[in-house]
């Protein structure tokens, strides 16, 4: 018979992830944690703010998916250390899976570690990484109603990347309302929008990124 | 201290769902289990659906729901019964919610009670709640991949619709190549590919349903 302990497991995940962090922190390396809905457009984001930040920032990259390595074959195209975790079923990563991964990465070599996780709007956002900040993404394809209906990422999210705003012709997504109903979750987020096909909203989002490798959170000031 | 025995907890689930079959089976009633990301558009499928279906076959609806009861407003704006389950929290509906939510509909009166899961394609696959058939949605704005990426929920479902094709004309999304990967996932999958704001496909997916309600499922052949 298998017995979870919830409560037990949940501290154990936060005792692994204040390690992985005190691990990041001791290279310097600022890690981010990126939680959406399948399809939201991590990888595809992920893609282009590599293009745009490699030259300037050192970036690894952690690809957490159920099943396949499709993410992480796309990633590694760009010539950029990744990392692939596969949860074989499980709805979200967790610390110690993070802990392994982060073993691969060339971490004296890095200023940022992107953490993509399972394409999942609700379980990720309770397992602490060891992240700095988590980093939500919401495609306008999914409407703006998502952030009250799914408030716990939102809740915890340092930013949010709205994704895919080419389409915004196309739908009858409610911009305004929106960013009033993140900031009504959480008054201090950071919101960007953002096309990877068009290039939009990019530059902003990416230097933005850049900032952080530069600040405290890197043990720079 | 928390103790979940998880074999116990999934073993007295499918024996829920088994007695909510049955409870079903006894008024005729046909029950599908819809399951997708957040914002693939479940709703508003649900909402055309609905409006096409409602005057040939006798409708309920449970919406399950991590918080807000918009959806349940925005169904019940049509003129059919519908029961709102808020899950506070919990990333899939379990049988017991649904055991409870049935309690409020007029089962007699009654051919075909939809369920619409909260919005989340890896843990809703895992849990039976006593409905004949599971049905996927996927918004093609998600990205093709999503079948070989989540297969959980394509292997377990019935049909897949595939949602908001209105949108193909600006998305690289492989209609043919997903089909083929539904089907290598699973066979005899129906596939349905609609807009709801268009309308296209509808027909098919609605007269599907309709016979679904006049074949054995319903006691009736």
Not at 70 to 87: E, H, K, M, S, Y
Not at 113 to 121: A, K, P, S, T, Y
Not at 173 to 198: G, Q, R
Request: aromatic share 6%.
């Amino acid at each position: 018979m298998k017995v979870i302990l919830a409560r037990d497991l949940l501290q154990a995940n936060s005792d692994q992830a204040q390690q992985n962090r005190l691990f990041f922190e001791r290279f310097g390396v600022v890690s981010l944690n990126l939680i959406s809905s399948p399809g939201a457009g991590k990888t595809t984001l992920l893609e282009k703010t590599l293009f745009l930040l490699k030259d300037k920032v050192a970036v690894g990259v952690i690809e957490g998916d159920i099943f396949t390595d499709r993410d992480a074959v796309r990633i590694a195209g760009l010539d950029v250390p990744v990392v692939q975790i596969n949860t074989q079923g499980t709805c979200h990563l967790d610390a110690r899976m993070v802990a392994r991964a982060m073993q691969e990465l060339p971490l004296a070599e890095l200023d940022l570690v992107l953490i993509e996780n399972v394409g999942n709007l609700v379980c990720p956002a309770a397992f602490d990484l060891g992240e700095h900040y988590k980093i939500a993404l919401l495609s306008v394809a999914e409407g703006s109603d998502k952030p009250a209906k799914y408030p716990g990422v939102f809740q915890r999210a340092r930013a949010v990347v709205i994704t895919k705003a080419d389409l915004l012709p196309h739908l009858d997504f409610d911009l305004d309302a929106c960013e009033e109903e993140l900031l009504e979750i959480h008054d201090s987020l950071e919101i960007f929008v953002t096309s990877a096909k068009s290039g939009s909203g990019m530059r902003h989002w990416v230097n933005w990124l850049a900032s952080l490798t530069k600040g405290p959170l890197a043990g720079r000031v």
